[in-house]
């Protein structure tokens, strides 16, 4: 069974930094990516950064060169760093992992960690 368990949101000043991490209690094979999202009130979720079982990571164009993401493959987990943070870095943020493999297409979700940013 699939669990994703978050931690490390919370609250921080304007340029401050926060670490969130992602232990996914599932199986390790057939990954076929990690990432994380962020759903601000009134708007869609939206990706925040990704990273591949082959080890690539994409980012939002809105936290390119703030945030860091990285995963421990023994241990199953990713991280994000998170960077000279802004008011707008304001959300829940979602840890996402994504299957293919003979079981199909399925991604599970984690049940998301506040992160807030004071001015």
């Known amino acids: 069974q699939v669990q994703l368990v978050e931690s490390g949101g919370g609250l921080v000043q304007a340029g401050g930094s926060l670490r969130l991490s992602c232990a996914n209690s599932g199986r390790r094979f057939g990954i076929s990516s990690m990432g994380w999202y962020r759903q601000a009130p009134g708007k869609q979720r939206e990706l925040v950064a990704q990273i591949t079982n082959g080890g690539s990571s994409n980012y939002a164009d809105f936290v390119k060169g703030r945030f860091i993401i990285s995963r421990d493959i023994a241990t199953n987990t990713i991280l994000l760093q998170m960077n000279s943070l802004k008011p707008e870095d304001t959300a829940v943020y979602y840890c996402?992992?994504?299957?293919?493999?003979?079981?199909?297409?399925?991604?599970?979700w984690g049940q998301g960690t506040q992160v807030t940013v004071s001015p």
């Open positions: 996402n992992v994504l299957y293919i493999d003979r079981y199909g297409r399925n991604d599970y």
